[in-house]
């Protein structure tokens, strides 16, 4: 455990967990951050620096602040989160299946899409997951986006040490801004 360690909410349900700061930057409170966790890239709200004694499993990593051009794509995302929702709903109504849709949550990496149901997932609403799987992969196309959104330019995107500035063409949505 670092100094830098913190603990963070992330997803649909909050779930507060510890991560690893990988800058020497410190998050105060309420600071909306991109990590890296299991599930890939996510948006966390920072709580509280951990304490140096912490012991429970970190459960990633914070790559860096949430910059304007990230809220563009997150207003995007949620659209398509939106319309995930309403096809699920749609399909488990037409099929009449008994499974309950309680939400979708679209990460930031645009490649990952969670349906949450209430209770056991039966075998219908699992192919019909799979169909939605095959349809919004071909729909949704921001895998080609997926290194960029981590790791911008390269080691230090955002920082004055790596010089690339808020015009850098390989950073997210034409410029990182995060120049700290």
Known sequence: MTANDVYARTGIMAELGRFRVVSSRRYARDSQVICRTERGLEIATIVCEAPSNATDVVRGDILRSVTPNDLLILDRL?????????????????????????????????????????????????????ELAATYEKR?????????LANGCGP?????ASRCGTSCPQCPAGGCGSLR
């Open 140 to 148: 949704v196309g921001f895998r080609q986006f997926v290194d960029r």
């Open 78 to 130: 949620e659209r398509h989160r939106l319309r995930a929702l309403e096809a699920c709903q749609r399909l488990i109504d037409e099929r009449g299946l008994p499974s309950i849709l309680v939400d979708v949550e679209h990460l930031f990496d645009g490649e990952s899409l969670y349906f949450q149901f209430l209770g056991e997932v039966d075998t219908a609403t699992q192919e019909l997951l799979n």
């Open 156 to 160: 230090g995107c955002g920082t004055t």
